[in-house]
């Protein structure tokens, strides 16, 4: 499992990149502990699904961040 925390300061505004960017991060942290945690068990041959950002709407989590 995989966790990442961002700090943002209430005067600081996160628009959709800066939103995107923090997502990408995350996934790429969560894709290299489980390539790596993968090796010698059940799951070795398998892989993560390629994260598409064209599957999700961050206007709902944008409204939460303002």
């Not at 489980?34 to 041959?45: E, N, P, S, Y």
């Amino acid at each position: 499992m995989a966790e990442d925390s961002y700090v943002i300061d209430l005067p600081d505004i996160i628009d959709k990149n800066e939103l995107q960017t923090m997502i990408r991060n995350s996934y790429t942290k969560f894709k290299e502990k489980f390539d790596f945690r993968k090796m010698g068990t059940v799951l070795q041959d398998k892989s993560l699904v390629p994260f598409d950002e064209t599957r999700y709407d961050l206007d709902p989590v944008l409204l939460l961040l303002q």
